[in-house]
């Protein structure tokens, strides 16, 4: 007889990682918040099925405060798209490989990369206020403020249903891949 694994929801501890440039990232396993939760077959309407499946926040540290728009924001912005993109789209296929569903949000469109769109677009910054209560700055857009960062954090989501054990370890793995090691928190907070 099947019997369904049962996986504890507390949040994890961070992972702490910082870049070879010296740019800070950290990354956290949390269920889905309880508006992912009611509004799941709107925003990632292929995953309505699934019993469980877990929420990756990935945080990167930007080098400006991302309050104000600017060439030079917007073009960190971008690269900093552009690297949770890479590391996503790698950390989706290893857990692929291994033989469960994994996805990423397309931090400037809302909508997931591999499965089909919903109705209504993923708000990151939304998402992390909800399961990391940290607060947001109503600008243009949405920005949110972290405890040591300030507004110089980069939001993104990633999902799948991977339990935390083997997120963590598909994490740290592909995060070496992309030349992001694991660091203390005390010195996180000194990073880039």
Same mark, same amino acid.
């Given at each position: 007889?099947?019997?369904?694994?049962?996986?504890?929801?507390? *949040?994890?501890? *961070?992972?702490?990682?910082?870049?070879?440039?010296?740019?800070?990232?950290?990354?956290?396993?949390?269920?889905?918040?309880? #508006?992912?939760?009611?509004?799941?077959?709107?925003?990632?309407?292929?995953?309505?099925?699934?019993?469980?499946?877990? %929420?990756?926040?990935?945080?990167?540290?930007?080098? #400006?405060?991302?309050?104000?728009?600017?060439?030079?924001?917007?073009?960190?912005?971008?690269?900093?798209?552009?690297?949770?993109?890479?590391? !996503?789209?790698?950390?989706?296929?290893?857990?692929?490989?291994?033989? #469960?569903?994994?996805?990423?949000?397309?931090?400037?469109?809302?909508? +997931?990369?591999?499965?089909?769109?919903?109705?209504?677009?993923?708000?990151?910054?939304?998402?992390?206020k909800a399961l990391l209560n940290y607060p947001v700055l109503k600008n243009?857009?949405?920005?949110?403020?972290?405890?040591?960062? !300030?507004?110089?954090?980069? *939001?993104?989501?990633?999902?799948?249903?991977?339990? +935390? %054990?083997?997120?963590?370890?598909?994490?740290?793995?592909?995060?070496?891949?992309? !030349?992001?090691?694991?660091?203390e928190q005390e010195v996180l907070v000194n990073q880039f």
């Open positions: 007889m099947n019997y369904p694994q049962v996986y504890a929801v507390t *949040p994890s501890s *961070p992972i702490n990682l910082v870049g070879k440039m010296g740019q800070a990232v950290q990354i956290s396993i949390h269920p889905p918040s309880e #508006y992912i939760s009611a509004n799941r077959d709107r925003i990632f309407p292929d995953w309505q099925h699934q019993p469980q499946f877990w %929420v990756v926040i990935v945080l990167q540290r930007s080098r #400006y405060p991302l309050v104000k728009s600017s060439r030079e924001i917007e073009q960190e912005k971008q690269l900093l798209r552009e690297k949770f993109m890479r590391f !996503g789209c790698d950390l989706a296929f290893n857990l692929k490989d291994r033989g #469960y569903l994994a996805d990423l949000v397309d931090p400037r469109t809302g909508y +997931p990369l591999f499965s089909r769109p919903g109705e209504i677009p993923h708000n990151d910054t939304a998402v992390v243009k857009c949405c920005v949110l403020v972290h405890p040591t960062w !300030g507004t110089a954090v980069y *939001p993104s989501v990633f999902i799948s249903t991977a339990p +935390p %054990v083997m997120l963590e370890l598909a994490i740290k793995s592909v995060a070496l891949m992309h !030349g992001w090691e694991e660091i």
